[in-house]
């Protein structure tokens, strides 16, 4: 299991990153489309409820699709919203996901059917 973004800067000591928790909490869902959000909240070094809140800011924006299927979420990446800041938007999500989460075409094509 990857380490949580604590135990990491335990290990390191980084004091900021370049990506904020949205974009960590997109990577996760990118890198495991069924994860949980209690190890969405391990791994970014948030909190469940902070978690939550930023996967419903996602859906309500339309980058990610939620859909339950049994007791858990499924969910679904838009790649081609824009990145939101001024500067990045003449790119999309998918662009960032394959640089950061090294998304492949394959699942790039999964992340954005619909």
Known sequence: MARSYEESKA??????TFLTNHGHVLICIASDPGIRGRDIAARVGITERATQAIIADLVGEGYVKRTRIGRRN???????RPLRHPVEQP?????????????GPARRRRATAS
């Open 91 to 103: 790119h999309s999500i998918g662009e960032l996901l394959q640089l950061v989460a090294r998304l």
């Open 74 to 80: 499924h969910y679904e990446i838009n790649a081609d």
């Open 11 to 16: 290990a390191t000591g980084p004091t900021w």
